[in-house]
Each structure stands twice: as structure tokens, then as C-alpha cells.
């Protein structure tokens, strides 16, 4: 028997997830939305049309809202459901989500804005953090729909003054917390430093803040897809829309790196060339964040590590833009991880064997003029090591890719002064 998911984008139906009779996830817009003055598309991958689009037209986009395989693996065992069944995730936990979508049964009507909480204590936080390893996302938890793309352990969470607490019932967020990983020593201060080194050096970036709970350290995230909105003496809690690349590219995200089929970097400039609202900026920095997640060694800037975002969806002054960094952490800090960038530059894959020749090809690959390229790899270079002490997290982790970081960048110099 067929089933659909009602898909809205912020308040506003847009249209239909329905699992066909063959159990294939389907979509479609909603009339009343195509008929609507100033609608936008879902997604750049699903422009605005009648008719359904097919599996393979929106894969893509509504698995890229799920969490990654592993994590998928543990919530459908959890639920009762099958991994592999994009649709019956959604349904389950697609509430609280990445961007301004949500997934509601049809027939069901939307969470009123009068959304509900649960305040969580410290020691609340840190039994939740010891709990996602065997329940990701709180998924199952009595009120909790949420789903955020990726492989970490993470929760959603709203924080107001000094409260904090859980959203309910597709309640919106303004922070996603990270805790710790065993595997991987000081993790959140390795990231903390190189999102907060971004920002200092005048990158958009996304605001972090190394934290604690009782003894278990985290990262929380301020998200940049969700912002206060005031209406005289009151402020309400809005979501803005975003994807990310893949999503854009309706590449699915199990093929997320280039070397599987996903998004190479000449694809992701051209993203941005056609659909930005400012693309000579957007082009930029999106240039900016290439050459930074380069300089401080972060292999796994795949294409779901970049993302638009969409400013007045669903009206005819819709802008879209690029959006602040985000998931930029140094992984060769870490010599068990993989060696090979998720996107090649110019003809190299290993950043260690990139020389200013790939960054000439880059350029010519995604339309950019060469000396500008050329110019910008040693002026970032020189920026991170004029910056590298301004930010003080005193964690030995910390220290140590400081210095790994000011070692590329003086490397990075010697090689395009050659």
C-alpha cells in the first residue's frame, strides 16, 4: 500500500514524499505550492515541475537529510525498520532537520508554534552523550525527530541564557553538539581551534565553543541555519533553508567522495557559479575555504562539508548564498585516517604532493583566473601563521595542531616561492 510523508518548508506544504506500491520513495510538489506566487524549489535539483520526480531524481536530496550508514544501521535496529528505507526514516525522524524541511504523515497537521522543550542539566547532557552510541540522535526518544546528516555522534539543541534543552516534537534548535570520540584524542578542541582560527582570520565560519559536561568534553555548534526573529516584545525561533552540495548535485551520500562519484571541486565552483544570488563573492570564498581546509590538513572537506543557504525561501526575494564553514577539523592529525583529500586539487589527491601547478589547474578547471589563485594559496598561508596565536584553547591537542598547521603553511610558502 502506498504511503506519503506531507514535506513542508517551514510552515508552507510544498509537497509529497509518497513510497509508491514497489516501495520506491517518490516526490512531488503540491499544486496549491507550484500555483503559489514567489514559490521556490525544494532543492536545486528539483526545479519546479508537475509530476513526480523518480527515485533516482530524488535520492539525492531527502537521503542527503539522513544520518550517515553506520549511524543508519543503529536507528532502523532501534526503530524496527530497514536501513535502506530512506521514507520510513524520514517518517520516524524527520522532524527536527537540517535547513527549514520537515516531514509530517499526511493527514497529521504541522507542531504549533508554540513549540515545546525539555530542560536537560548538565549531568542530563553527559548521560545523553553516553547514550548515542547506542541510540544516534536520541532517535526513539519519547518527542525527539531529529536527523542531521553525517557519521559523529550528535544532538540538537536549543540554547537560551544559561538553559538548555531538548526540542520536542519538531521544535526548532540552535545548536548541535559533538562530544568527544575515544578514538580520536581531543577531537573537540582539534576542531574548536581550526573553526575558531577560520573565524579570526575573517573566513565565515560557523560560531564553536569547547564545552563540558560533567567529564565528557564537547563541541557546540551555533547553527546558522536558524535565527531570532522579533516581533515587537516578542522573538521566535525561525529556520532558514539550506542544502548541501550533494544534495544540489542529487548525488546520493553514500558517493560522497569524488574518488566514489561524488562532487569533484570543478563541479562545486560551478554549483555556485549558476545558482548564487552573489557569485562573484560566493566564488570567493568558496575559493577561501578550499585553500583552508588544504592548509590546515582537513582530507575530508567532502561535498556534504559544503552547503547554500537560502535566505526568504518560498518568496519571490528568495536569496541564495553560500554558507559559513562548517566540519573544518585537521585530519592528518590523525595518521590512521586516510591520507587522500575527499576532492582532488588540480591532479593530486595527496595534499602533500600539491604543488602550485595544481592550483594553476584548479583554476582553469573551475574558470578562475590563475594569478588570483596563485596569489591567495600564500596570502591565507600567511594569514594563518599571523593568527595561529590569537586563539587560546589551552588543550594539548590544540597546541599540537597549531603547530602541525604553521609547519604546512611555511611548507606550502617554500613551495610556491620555487
Known amino acids: 500500500m502506498a504511503k506519503t510523508l506531507d514535506v513542508y518548508l517551514r510552515d508552507e506544504l510544498v509537497g509529497h514524499l509518497i513510497q509508491d506500491e514497489g516501495g520506491q520513495a517518490v516526490f512531488e510538489y503540491a499544486q496549491p505550492w507550484l500555483e503559489r506566487p514567489g514559490a521556490t524549489a525544494l532543492s536545486v535539483s528539483l526545479p519546479l515541475r508537475k509530476g513526480r520526480f523518480n527515485r533516482n531524481e530524488c535520492r539525492g536530496f531527502f537521503a542527503g537529510i539522513l544520518p550517515d550508514e553506520s549511524k543508519r544501521e543503529i536507528i532502523a535496529r532501534n526503530l524496527g525498520i530497514s536501513a535502506r528505507n530512506d521514507f520510513a526514516m524520514l517518517e520516524r525522524i524527520g522532524g527536527e532537520c537540517a535547513g527549514a524541511v520537515m516531514f509530517i504523515p499526511a493527514g497529521q497537521a504541522l507542531p504549533a508554534r508554540d513549540y515545546h522543550y525539555r530542560t536537560i542539566s548538565p549531568s542530563q547532557l553527559a548521560d545523553i552523550f553516553k547514550e548515542l552510541p547506542k541510540r544516534p540522535l536520541l532517535a526513539g526518544e519519547e518527542g525527539v525527530r531529529l536527523s542531521l546528516a553525517g ?8 540554547i537560551e541564557g ?5 526540542p520536542l516534537g519538531g521544535a526548532p534548535s540552535t545548536h548541535i553538539l559533538k562530544p568527544s570520540i575515544e578514538r580520536f584524542a581531543g577531537v573537540v578542541f582539534n576542531e574548536a581551534f581550526t573553526m575558531q582560527l577560520a573565524a ?6 560557523a560560531k564553536v565553543e569547547a564545552r563540558t559536561a560533567e567529564t565528557i568534553d564537547y563541541l557546540s555548534v551555533e547553527r546558522y541555519d536558524r535565527t531570532h526573529i522579533q516581533s515587537g516584545t516578542a522573538t521566535t525561533l525561525d529556520r532558514l533553508h539550506q542544502e548541501d552540495f550533494c544534495q544540489a548535485l542529487n ?3 553514500e558517493m560522497k567522495y569524488q574518488k566514489e562519484g561524488g562532487p569533484s571541486l570543478k563541479q562545486c565552483f560551478a554549483l555556485v557559479r549558476d545558482v548564487s544570488s552573489a557569485p562573484v ?5 568558496l575559493l577561501d575555504s578550499v585553500i583552508y581546509n ?7 572537506a567532502h561535498g556534504k562539508n559544503f552547503s547554500l543557504l537560502y535566505h526568504g525561501a518560498g518568496t519571490a526575494n528568495q536569496q541564495i548564498r553560500l554558507a559559513p564553514l562548517y566540519d573544518a577539523i585537521s585530519t592528518v592529525y590523525y595518521a590512521e585516517l586516510s591520507n587522500e583529500m575527499a576532492m582532488k586539487i588540480g591532479d593530486e589527491y595527496r595534499a602533500e604532493r600539491v604543488a602550485s601547478r595544481d592550483f594553476d589547474k584548479l583554476a582553469e578547471q573551475t574558470g578562475l583566473a590563475k594569478p588570483l589563485v596563485r596569489r591567495r594559496v600564500p596570502e591565507l598561508a600567511q594569514t594563518v601563521l599571523k593568527t595561529t596565536g590569537t586563539v587560546h584553547i589551552h588543550h594539548e591537542v590544540a597546541q599540537k595542531v597549531a603547530a602541525l598547521i604553521r609547519k604546512r603553511c611555511e611548507t606550502t610558502l617554500k613551495r610556491f616561492a620555487e
Open 200 to 205: 579570526e582570520m575573517g573566513l565565515p565560519a
Open 294 to 300: 588544504y592548509l590546515i590538513g582537513n582530507n575530508d
Open 151 to 158: 557519521a559523529q555522534d550528535k544532538i540538537a539543541v536549543r
Open 162 to 166: 544559561d538553559e538548555l534543552s531538548l
Open 251 to 253: 548525488i546520493v551520500p
Open 281 to 285: 563573492v560566493d566564488l570567493a570564498r
